[in-house]
């Protein structure tokens, strides 16, 4: 079979993860839920909302990304 251009696709099997936050926290992700809600006029999840912050985060930390790439 001819070589594809698209490379095999990585394993996007989730992974269940499980935290504890403090109130103060909770709180205040609770709130930026009903901003977003407010803003996009689609109500998410705080789970959702949580792994696309966490996502961002980890993307834009230049530092992170140069020692992870070694």
Do not use: Q
Request: avoid cysteine; glycine fraction near 2%; charged fraction near 30%.
């Amino acid at each position: 079979m001819a070589e594809l251009k698209l490379p095999r696709l990585p394993d996007r099997t989730p992974v269940r993860l499980t935290i504890s936050v403090m109130p103060e926290l909770h709180a205040a992700l609770v709130d930026y839920a009903a901003a977003y809600r407010e803003a996009y006029g689609k109500e998410e999840p705080v789970s959702d909302l949580v792994t696309a912050m966490l996502e961002s985060f980890l993307a834009s930390d230049r530092a992170f990304a140069r020692g992870r790439s070694r």
